[in-house]
Nanobody, 124 residues
């Protein structure tokens, strides 16, 4: 079992940048495909980005492609989400998640472990 803790959220202006981090404990992060998701109150949780165990393959939702970058450092048990050119519609609670699947996936049901989330607010 792995525990996940996100950090790095906050308030940023439109067009600004934020970098989210997720640290894992309990098991080596290298055994998991990792993903980032986000959720707005009253709406379903949605996929943002995913990265395979070794970091060779990445997958993004169309809404963030070209603006967000997912990366990982297995030696540090960390996964990151660099968010650039932020828009008001990026405002949400962002969650880090771990999956035992081998490939990147946006399916929420494929992820077994979740962090508590970190709030990102983009103001206009």
């Amino acid at each position: 079992q792995v525990q996940l803790v996100e950090s790095g959220g906050g308030l940023v202006q439109v067009g600004g940048s934020l970098s989210l981090s997720c640290i894992a404990s309990g098991r080596p992060l290298s055994t998991y495909t990792m993903g980032w998701f986000r959720q707005v109150p009253g709406k379903e949780r949605e996929f943002v980005a995913a990265i395979t165990r070794g970091g060779a393959s990445k997958y993004y939702s169309d809404s963030v492609k070209g603006r967000f970058t997912i990366s990982r450092d297995n030696a540090k048990n960390m996964v990151y989400l660099q968010m650039n050119s932020l828009k008001p519609e990026d405002t949400a609670v962002y969650y880090c998640a771990a999956s035992t699947t081998l490939s990147t996936t946006g399916r929420i049901s494929a992820y077994d472990y979740w962090g508590q989330g970190t709030q990102v607010t983009v103001s206009s």
